[in-house]
Nanobody, 117 residues
Framework: EVQVVESGGGLVQAGGSLTLSCATSGLGGDNYALGWFRQAPGKEREGVACFTSVSGKTHYADSVKGRFTITSDNAKTTVYLHMSSLKPEDTAVYYC??????????WGQGTQVTVSS
């Protein structure tokens, strides 16, 4: 059974930094993508950043480029989202997403990030 557990959310002032963690277990194979999505109140869930295990390539939403960085541990089963220069518009519930090469995606339970102005 695949498990996805996020941690690290919280309250931070604008301009501050925060790091989210996503620990996964039960993944089979080595071909998958790990990523972060977020959903603000009244808005649709949007992709923020992702990392592919095979190529190591990363992708970022335009709104976070230059401010957020996605990294993983050596085993590529834990992914981190390092967020800096945070803005109030970054306030959202952040979800970790795992997309295996085959099969359905998996989601974490979400972690709240609140940026105060």
């Amino acid at each position: 059974e695949v498990q996805v557990v996020e941690s690290g959310g919280g309250l931070v002032q604008a301009g501050g930094s925060l790091t989210l963690s996503c620990a996964t277990s039960g993944l089979g194979g080595d071909n998958y993508a790990l990523g972060w999505f977020r959903q603000a109140p009244g808005k649709e869930r949007e992709g923020v950043a992702c990392f592919t295990s095979v190529s190591g390539k990363t992708h970022y939403a335009d709104s976070v480029k230059g401010r957020f960085t996605i990294t993983s541990d050596n085993a590529k089963t834990t992914v981190y989202l390092h967020m800096s220069s945070l803005k109030p518009e970054d306030t959202a519930v952040y979800y970790c997403n795992v997309r295996p090469g085959v099969g359905p995606p998996y989601w974490g339970q979400g972690t709240q990030v609140t940026v105060s102005s």
